[in-house]
């Protein structure tokens, strides 16, 4: 009788450590600017709790508020504010507001060929005019002369957004730009293009260079590093999200999204190539 029992709380010790490891699952999706972070912060998390396990995917921003809004995500990455009629399918889905936890900071880069040594510097009009198409010379913005091919993210993308918003004012991208998928495909093209320009997160400049923002023509140029993102004096900063239903913002995810913006998460961020929240918005 004894071996019985014994036995059978054997198993049930079992079953209970099969059950947590599978409430320690956590799903993440959306931008594809955080996916490289995601994945680091994912796979060093599961090497610290060996019992966690974290699946990430990308598709961009607005994928992954779809996702949250039909539950088959736990958490939504996103390079841009979660938007006022994705917060009410939110609350029409789960009834409530979703939880907002800023991740990181980015300072939005604009990528040129290393082969594309005239240019520096750019104002953000002279961005506007090449990403709506009314500047298409590079002999327009102090370059040489040859016609500027222009490479961007396709509409679901956050990044796409946050360019057109902060950098077009809100004008539509010329009917020419070359629509990538991700910004790893953006910074490829860019990189095999001479007369190329492309923007994405400041994590995947390897390759191309990454030119200086002018706010207007009388402002000083201004590259994204650290001090120049964190102090907000890059004309093209912006917060990195992730999103998450509160009723499931506790336990394992909880921990996990802690953990994020902990000293230990926010080294990851730095090692990846973005920029470490400042310390008053990790509370």
């Not at 198993?11 to 594809?32: E, F, P, Q, R, Y």
């Not at 599961?46 to 949250?68: N, R």
């Not at 990455?77 to 991740?103: D, H, L, M, Q, W």
Request: charged fraction near 20%; glycine fraction near 10%.
């Amino acid at each position: 009788m004894n071996r019985i029992i014994r036995t059978m709380a054997v198993l049930a010790l079992l079953g209970a450590a099969n059950a947590a490891s599978l409430a320690a699952t956590i799903t993440v999706k959306g931008s594809d600017t955080l996916v490289i972070l995601a994945q680091k912060w994912a796979e060093i998390y599961m090497g610290k709790h060996p019992g966690a396990k974290i699946q990430v995917t990308g598709g961009g921003s607005g994928v992954g508020f779809a996702a949250l809004q039909n539950k088959s995500t736990d958490l939504a990455n996103a390079s841009r504010p979660i938007r006022p009629k994705e917060t009410e399918a939110c609350i029409k889905a789960f009834g409530k507001r979703p939880r907002e936890y800023k991740v990181a900071m980015d300072g939005l880069s604009v990528y040129v060929s290393e082969k594309n040594a005239a240019v520096q510097e750019l104002t953000l009009e002279q961005l506007e005019g090449i990403f709506t198409g009314k500047v298409k010379n590079w002999k327009e913005v102090g370059g040489a002369d040859a016609a500027i091919t222009v490479y961007g993210r396709e509409n679901s993308s956050g990044t796409y957004e946050f360019f057109k918003e902060h950098v077009l004012k809100g004008k539509d991208f010329a009917a020419t730009v070359q629509t990538m998928q991700g910004t790893a495909a953006v910074v490829q093209s860019v990189a095999k293009d001479p007369k190329g320009i492309g923007y994405g997160g400041a994590a995947y400049s390897s390759g191309i260079k990454v030119v200086a923002v002018k706010k207007d023509s009388s402002s000083p140029a201004v590259l994204p590093n650290d001090d120049t993102v964190t102090q907000m004096v890059y004309p093209i900063w912006r917060y990195l999200f992730v999103y998450v239903n509160p009723a499931l913002d506790k336990g394992e995810i909880g921990d996990y999204l802690t953990w994020i913006r902990s000293d230990d998460g926010q080294k990851i961020v730095k090692d990846i190539g973005y920029y470490p929240l400042p310390a008053r918005l990790r509370q």
